[in-house]
């Protein structure tokens, strides 16, 4: 069992930037692959960012590459999502994820609450 907990969204100026953090409980962390997860109402939601278990291959959404990267630290069981250049298009729930495979797209086998991420323009 993994529990995700997300922190750091908020509200943000366009152009500038966030970093969103998820804190993972269970002593099996590293064995899984994580992601981010965005959810805004009325549109299809993406996966932003992956990464897996060991941190060595990452993935992105063409409409975020560039701007956000995806990071993990295995001896705090915990993910990150620095978001740069942030666009009103952004502003979306995001969603902390973890699976067991190394996955760009929904199923998950975890999600967390979610953290409101608003971006004013």
């Known amino acids: 069992q993994v529990q995700l907990v997300e922190s750091g969204g908020g509200l943000v100026q366009a152009g500038g930037s966030l970093r969103l953090s998820c804190a993972a409980s269970g002593r099996t962390f590293s064995s899984y692959a994580m992601g981010w997860f965005r959810q805004t109402h009325g549109k299809e939601g993406e996966t932003v960012g992956a990464i897996t278990w060991s941190g060595d291959t990452t993935d992105y959404a063409a409409s975020v590459k560039g701007r956000f990267t995806i990071s993990r630290d295995n001896a705090k069981n915990t993910v990150y999502l620095q978001m740069s250049s942030l666009k009103p298009e952004d502003m979306a729930v995001y969603y902390c994820?973890?699976?067991?495979?190394?996955?760009?797209?929904?199923?998950?086998?975890?999600w967390g609450q979610g953290t409101q991420v608003t971006v004013s323009s």
């Open positions: 994820v973890a699976d067991r495979n190394f996955r760009v797209g929904p199923p998950y086998e975890y």
